[in-house]
């Protein structure tokens, strides 16, 4: 069965790469993903999701990316409504900005416009509610500058299968 399925919840970013001195930050994630089930055992599904991101540094200094992230997955189902999922996820950078104290910079012109990243995770299907967990590994860059920083995210949604 093709299903939609909006979804909400949060991630606890963080930063990798030749940056030092970080802490994860926490961060909302809303949007929906569509899923072609090939078989009963895989599905196919991409989605468009709106991820805040980030990082902490010590003091009151903080990184705020906003993303829009496009995660395409298989799904292997290996357990009744249980799925394994790995993929591929361009993200567009919609903002940048980084904060000390009372003091805000935007950054967006210091970042890639793309980044990728590699979701890794697993789902457990309650009814038609989903609860999906996935690490976001970053692959590429998000820095235009020397050095690589990459995006590092726990991901944890809540959502709803509808038919289509």
Do not use: C, H, W
Request: no cysteine.
């Amino acid at each position: 069965m093709d299903t939609l399925t909006p979804k909400v919840g949060i991630n606890l970013a963080n930063l990798a790469g030749d940056v030092d001195g970080t802490s994860m930050k926490f961060g909302l994630v809303a949007g929906a993903e569509a899923m072609y089930q090939v078989n009963p055992l895989i599905g196919i599904s991409g989605g468009l999701l709106y991820s805040m991101q980030g990082a902490e540094f010590k003091g009151d200094n903080k990184a705020k990316y906003d993303f829009l992230n496009i995660p395409i997955l298989a799904n292997f189902y290996v357990a009744p409504n249980f799925a394994l999922k790995i993929g591929l996820q361009p993200a567009i950078v919609v903002s940048g900005k980084e904060k000390s104290g009372d003091y805000e910079v935007d950054v967006k012109d210091y970042m890639q416009s793309i980044a990728i990243d590699v979701p890794i995770g697993a789902s457990y299907e309650i009814s038609d509610f989903v609860i999906d967990a996935r690490y976001n590994l970053g692959i590429a860059k998000i820095n235009k500058n020397d050095g690589s920083i990459r995006n590092s995210v726990i991901q944890i949604t809540v959502g709803y299968k509808i038919p289509f």
